[in-house]
């Protein structure tokens, strides 16, 4: 079998003040990407930062990285549209106007941590009829099963008619599912046939649901948006710590890395 690795070095979420390693600047963002690229990675979840740290949907910024990005190895790019909980959805929208091969699609509004991320319907809707027009193939981020239904709705309307559809499961925020293998067999039971997916494991639990889902035929993400330690009281020394494992995993399932080239394929990405 073969599997995608995906790697997501930067997220909205964490600081340098909790892993002094996290790349948050367009050089830092390219140089972790090229070494995961080297690892194995072929896809690259993207997030952006400005210069204090914060998150940003800065057009400017963003293009500037994938630039640098596209300089150093061919992965493919895949921009996050959830950006950060205090950036505004048309600012976050206006991303995919820099036309990626993919860009995350949130399908729902709900509670995160102590803050709140929004997702209006209308807007939803809205931004993923603008990137089927530009070509961009969504990558819908699932943190309940209610965000499930939400895309098939979506499906359902024309909306998505991208085949296969292409979800990742985030487990273990606080407002979403919990990080249990039960809530996974869960989510994976209820997704459509055809359908890719990958597990998004916050935290402690992804390693263990990393393993989980390669079992169950599912892609691999690993990188310090996701988890800012190799093991319990040990920061991860950036991410390819966190990309050589999860490489390693899916080497103990006799699991091949997707190059490249197999990834456009297996995704049925659209036309550069």
Partial sequence: MTVVLTVAPTGPIATTQDNPTLPTQPEEIADAVLDAYRLGASVAHLHFRDADGRPTADLDIARRTVDLIAERCPIHIQLSTGVGLSVPFEEREALVELRPRMATLNPCSMSFGAFEFRNPPADVARLAARMHELGVKPELEIYDTGHLEA??????????????????????????????????????????????????????????????????????????????????????????????????????????????????????????
């Fill in 151 to 272: 895309c098939l709705r979506l499906r359902d309307k024309g909306l998505l008619d991208d085949e296969p559809m292409q979800f990742s499961i985030v487990l273990g925020v606080q407002g979403g599912m919990a990080a249990t293998a039960d809530n996974l067999l869960t989510m994976v039971r209820r997704l459509p046939e055809g359908a890719v997916w990958q597990v998004i494991a916050i935290g402690r639990a992804s390693q263990e649901l990393t393993g989980i889902a390669l079992g169950l035929g599912g892609n691999v993400r690993a990188g310090l948006e996701d988890t800012l330690y190799l093991r319990k009281g040990e920061l991860s020394q950036g991410n390819d710590p966190l990309v050589e494992r999860a490489a390693r995993m899916a080497a103990a399932f006799d699991h091949e890395l997707a190059s490249v080239a197999e990834t456009e394929s297996l995704l049925n990405l659209p036309p550069r």
